[in-house]
């Protein structure tokens, strides 16, 4: 959280993301899809929107935006990391 009580989604340690939409994407897509270290505000995003990452390691992966609760700060999310890069 932030000064202005929004949530971050912060990528560490090498890893990137970036917003691909509301599709579920396939490995090609978040092979291909333009990443980087940028900071996310979660409530700019809506439920059911889907992010492309790399890992710190560069392995692909894809996170879903469940649900965030605001009043308790609890985000849920699904994710998928493929295996290999």
């Not at 333009?34 to 409530?43: D, I, K, L, R």
């Amino acid at each position: 959280t932030n000064s202005k009580q929004r949530h971050l989604l912060t990528p560490l340690d090498k890893a990137v993301l970036g917003v691909f939409g509301i599709e579920r994407p396939n490995l090609e897509d978040c092979r291909s899809e333009a990443m980087g270290s940028v900071e996310y505000v979660v409530e700019d995003l809506s439920d059911g929107t889907y992010l492309c990452y790399h890992t710190n390691q560069g392995l692909p992966g894809w996170m879903m935006i469940t649900h965030l609760n605001s009043t308790n700060d609890m985000l849920q999310v699904q994710y998928l990391t493929w295996a290999q890069p």
